[in-house]
């Protein structure tokens, strides 16, 4: 099994870079099957039904979210949408679902603790979702979770913490792809962050002198998504069918 998981979609130029690449790209490494975070496809900050539309109809299966999850009032058109999660540990009653099975794949997502709104333990939660999940009627061969956090050692601690009871522990939100993709020792694929789908000249995705102009004055700005030099950044995991265990995660970027 051949698993593409695409970092963060940062607007418009993000989602035409998957539109334009995907096709070409999944018959070139083989994928058997797609999962993006899209948490800023919309404007750069949130999703919107033209976003997640737009993600969907480029054959991406699964797309995950993050702390912005509901920056956008439109979140409440696609929040039935069967294959878009927002991060399971959100306090009860919040709207959407933490996770998702198509076919024999379970794709969970969570946030963490450190610099984000408060949320319940991600920890706990993961044990709680894997719990169900064994009790499920559903095959389930693959188990890769998106854990959108802040903090390196937070995302350390997850991939360690869930090794060998999930296929992969792919970090999200910082859109600057790190490079210790590796398989830990129970077999469970990992990386701190996977990076982003957008503009190489920018900061973090959006226009570097609207950053620079915060920095300097201290005065709130609304930031504008770079719209040149477009990067994909992603990884390939490829996993056992037999064991669900990953035996090798590459860093893949177009």
Known sequence: MNILFIGDIIG??????????????????????????????????GISKKAADE??????DVITLGNHSFDRKEF????????????????????????????????INLVGRFNM????????????ILD????????????????????????????????????????THTHVQTADNK???????????????GSKDSIIGVDKSDVIKRFLTGMPAKFQVARDNIEFNS??????DTSGKCVKIDRVNE
């Open 235 to 240: 990884v390939v995991l490829q996993i056992d």
């Open 12 to 45: 418009g130029p993000g989602r035409e870079k998957i539109s334009n690449l995907l096709p070409a790209f999944k018959k070139k490494y083989s994928i058997n099957f797609t999962i993006a975070n899209g948490e800023n496809s919309a404007g750069g900050i």
């Open 117 to 128: 709104p408060l949320v319940d333990c991600p920890f706990r939660t993961a044990d709680r």
């Open 132 to 171: 169900n999940l064994s009790k499920s009627n559903q095959k389930i061969s693959f188990i890769i979770v998106d854990f959108h956090a802040e903090l390196t050692a937070e995302k350390e601690a997850m991939g360690y913490y869930l090794d060998g009871r999930v296929s992969a522990v792919i970090g």
């Open 76 to 107: 409440v058109d696609v929040i039935d949408y069967p294959y878009i999660i927002r991060p399971a540990n959100y306090p009860e009653g919040v709207p959407g679902k933490g996770y998702c099975i198509m076919n024999n794949i379970a794709v």
């Open 55 to 60: 993600i969907l109809s480029s054959t991406v």
């Open 183 to 197: 398989i830990l020792r129970g077999g469970t694929g990992y990386i701190t962050d996977v990076g982003m789908v």
